[in-house]
């Protein structure tokens, strides 16, 4: 008689669970050496270097990587930095990840040579490279902006020229990328710079929330010639008569808005009202309105699953062929695809836009 134990299942053995592999955090990459700005290195660690995973936000893995990381680098002001990884961190990157120049005190100054060939180095493996502010003459010196578009801060922007010829630099940017080099424009337009890196990789709810936690906005529109010093009347640096406005279309973004309507309600000609918002903003009232639909189509795509043309109802296009017109145009992808990159699994329904 065959044992019992034959003849029942085995029932010890646990079914197998396949794995699911686990996403490894982006990687972003400080490149720290003496003379590098104490504000831009604020900035970076802010945006990659504080835990928001209970908000939605995914994990990173900020380094300090320099020529040698046992040496406290001096930063202005008082203040210290300890690198953490040594500057062969970088060669471990992949496209997936990010290396992030801070910018620099003295724009003339000799520049580590570890520095310029280890940046040569990440860029020639695929990994994105950004600068903020003067950190863009270490990417110039490494040779990176060689036929490229650049910016830097707008007091730096002729020197650049000067000292690299071989750069396109764009004066009024706020930020740039050209082929996988990322420049910004001085001071807080490196944080733009930085939200904009986190949108690029992980969606705008990303960075929507970081931005939400440094009390800033997701984006500025507009261009640095808004802040560039030029005589301005004192009613414009007082006040923004056009605040409300703004705050008008954006609460009505479904509705059509012309130059015109936007002007009646400010109580200005078209005309007037153009001029005063391209002063005040830096851009028209047009691509700006385009830029304000865009963020909130992304946002609908991220949070619900309302189909594409109610999507681009919502947002103010009227219709999805020219949705996907201006998604093509300001990110370089398609609403569909958007959504399929950046769509949060269980994080809203289509009821969750009223």
Same mark, same amino acid.
């Given at each position: 008689?065959?044992?019992?134990?034959?003849?029942?299942?085995?029932?010890?053995?646990?079914?197998?669970?396949?794995?699911?592999?686990?996403?490894?955090?982006?990687?972003?990459?400080?490149?720290?050496?003496?003379?590098?700005? #104490?504000?831009?290195?604020?900035?970076?660690?802010?945006?990659?270097?504080?835990?928001?995973?209970?908000?939605?936000?995914?994990?990173?893995?900020?380094?300090?990587?320099?020529?040698?990381?046992?040496?406290?680098? &001096?930063?202005?002001?008082?203040?210290?930095?300890?690198?953490?990884?040594?500057?062969?961190?970088?060669?471990?990157?992949?496209?997936?990840?990010?290396?992030?120049?801070?910018?620099?005190?003295? &724009?003339?100054?000799?520049?580590?040579?570890?520095?310029?060939?280890? /940046?040569?180095?990440?860029?020639?493996?695929?990994?994105?490279?950004?600068?903020?502010?003067?950190?863009?003459?270490?990417?110039?010196?490494?040779?990176?902006?060689?036929?490229?578009? $650049?910016?830097?801060?707008?007091?730096? $922007?002729?020197?650049?020229?000067? /000292?690299?010829?071989?750069? +396109?630099?764009?004066?009024?940017?706020?930020?740039?990328?050209?082929?996988?080099?990322?420049? #910004?424009?001085?001071?807080?337009?490196?944080?733009?710079?930085?939200?904009?890196?986190?949108?690029?990789?992980?969606?705008?709810?990303?960075?929507?929330?970081?931005?939400?936690?440094?009390?800033?906005?997701? =984006?500025?529109?507009?261009?640095? $010639?808004?802040?560039?010093?030029?005589?301005?009347?004192?009613?414009?640096?007082?006040?923004?008569?056009?605040?409300?406005?703004?705050?008008?279309?954006?609460?009505?973004?479904?509705? &059509?808005?012309?130059?015109?309507?936007?002007?009646?309600?400010?109580?200005? #000609?078209?005309?007037? =009202?153009?001029?005063?918002?391209?002063?005040?903003?830096?851009?028209?009232?047009?691509?700006?309105?385009?830029? +304000?639909?865009?963020? $909130?189509?992304?946002?609908?795509?991220?949070?619900?699953?309302?189909?594409?043309?109610?999507?681009?109802?919502?947002?103010?296009?009227?219709?999805?062929?020219?949705?996907?017109?201006?998604?093509?145009?300001?990110?370089?992808?398609?609403?569909?695809?958007?959504?399929?990159?950046?769509?949060?699994?269980?994080?809203?329904? #289509? +009821?969750? +836009?009223?």
């Amino acid at each position: 008689m065959p044992a019992i134990d034959a003849l029942l299942p085995n029932v010890s053995e646990t079914p197998e669970i396949p794995e699911v592999p686990e996403t490894r955090p982006q990687r972003i990459a400080l490149v720290a050496f003496p003379g590098i700005r #104490s504000f831009d290195v604020s900035v970076i660690t802010e945006v990659w270097d504080s835990d928001r995973t209970l908000r939605g936000v995914p994990p990173f893995e900020l380094r300090r990587a320099a020529t040698d990381p046992d040496a406290p680098i &001096p930063l202005r002001g008082g203040l210290t930095l300890t690198p953490d990884r040594p500057l062969t961190w970088l060669d471990d990157l992949t496209p997936t990840d990010l290396v992030v120049v801070p910018g620099i005190e003295d &724009p003339y100054a000799d520049l580590p040579a570890p520095v310029l060939d280890a /940046l040569r180095r990440a860029h020639t493996a695929g990994v994105p490279v950004a600068s903020l502010c003067a950190g863009a003459f270490v990417l110039a010196r490494a040779g990176l902006l060689d036929g490229r578009r $650049a910016v830097t801060h707008w007091h730096l $922007a002729g020197t650049l020229a000067a /000292l690299h010829p071989a750069v +396109q630099v764009e004066p009024d940017a706020l930020f740039v990328e050209d082929t996988g080099i990322w420049t #910004s424009a001085g001071t807080a337009a490196g944080i733009d710079l930085c939200l904009h890196l986190v949108r690029t990789a992980h969606g705008a709810e990303a960075a929507a929330t970081v931005a939400r936690s440094m009390v800033t906005a997701p =984006f500025r529109t507009g261009t640095q $010639a808004q802040f560039i010093e030029h005589p301005t009347p004192r009613a414009d640096r007082d006040a923004d008569a056009l605040a409300a406005v703004r705050a008008h279309a954006l609460a009505h973004l479904a509705e &059509p808005h012309t130059v015109a309507s936007l002007a009646a309600i400010a109580g200005m #000609s078209p005309r007037s =009202f153009a001029r005063h918002f391209h002063a005040t903003t830096g851009t028209t009232p047009l691509h700006w309105l385009i830029t +304000q639909r865009v963020a $909130a189509a992304q946002k609908l795509l991220e949070r619900t699953d309302h189909p594409l043309p109610e999507v681009a109802r919502r947002a103010g296009f009227g219709s999805e062929v020219t949705m996907r017109q201006h998604f093509a145009s300001h990110l370089g992808t398609s609403p569909r695809d958007y959504r399929t990159a950046f769509r949060h699994p269980g994080r809203g329904t #289509s +009821q969750d +836009q009223g």
